[in-house]
Nanobody
């Protein structure tokens, strides 16, 4: 099993920055970790993901150049640094981990992740 705990959500003005952290624990090996978000009435959207073993990252087009996903040296904490935030970034953000996803799979689809955090709210005002 994997337990994921997010922190760092809050309210900021457009153009501001926010950093989200996700700490993982448990005995199951994690292949990928990612961040997803969901706004009311909208589908869950993959934001960014990282291959834990080698550090390869992937981003949604909507956040490229603004968001950065990274992990610590122990590979237990994943951070999403969000810069130049926009009102459309407002959503509940979820940390996720996959213990089975294979290289070549779509890395920003929810179906490939089997462990989820409880979510942290990010609100960006105009």
């Amino acid at each position: 099993q994997v337990q994921l705990v997010e922190s760092g959500g809050g309210s900021v003005q457009a153009g501001g920055s926010l950093s989200l952290s996700c700490t993982a624990s448990g005995s199951t090996y994690r292949i990928f970790m990612g961040w997803f978000r969901q706004a009311p009435g909208k589908e869950r959207e993959g934001v960014a993901a990282i291959h834990i073993a080698v550090g390869t990252t992937v981003y949604a087009d909507s956040v490229k150049g603004r968001f950065t996903i990274s992990q610590d040296n122990a590979k237990t904490t994943v951070t999403l640094q969000m810069n130049n935030l926009k009102p459309e970034d407002t959503a509940m953000y979820y940390c996720a981990a996959s213990s089975f996803i294979a290289p070549g799979s779509p890395l920003l689809q929810s179906r490939y992740y089997n462990y989820w955090g409880q979510g942290t709210q990010v609100t960006v005002s105009s």
